[in-house]
């Protein structure tokens, strides 16, 4: 997502995941974006320190809401 890129000058998804299965790379994933607010910790070391807190979590949510977390 272009979005969480700009913001932190890295890729949400792995790009390395040559050699990996399939389901390596689904368990990356999870982690990632487990519903127990993983994520924003992902994001809030990702940005700037000055981001703030209202931001992150404004930022985090709108992202989650774009992402299919369990497309099965």
């Given at each position: 997502m272009e979005i969480?890129?700009?913001a932190t000058n890295d890729p949400l998804f792995l790009v390395e995941t040559f050699g990996m299965t399939?389901?390596?790379i689904d368990k990356v994933h999870e982690r990632?974006?487990?519903p127990d607010n993983y994520?924003?910790?992902y994001l809030s070391e990702r940005l700037p320190s000055d981001f703030g807190v209202?931001?992150?979590l404004q930022l985090a949510s709108f992202l989650l809401?774009?992402?299919q977390r369990?497309?099965?």
């Open positions: 969480f890129e700009l399939g389901e390596q990632t974006f487990n994520f924003n910790t209202e931001n992150i809401s774009m992402l369990l497309p099965r």
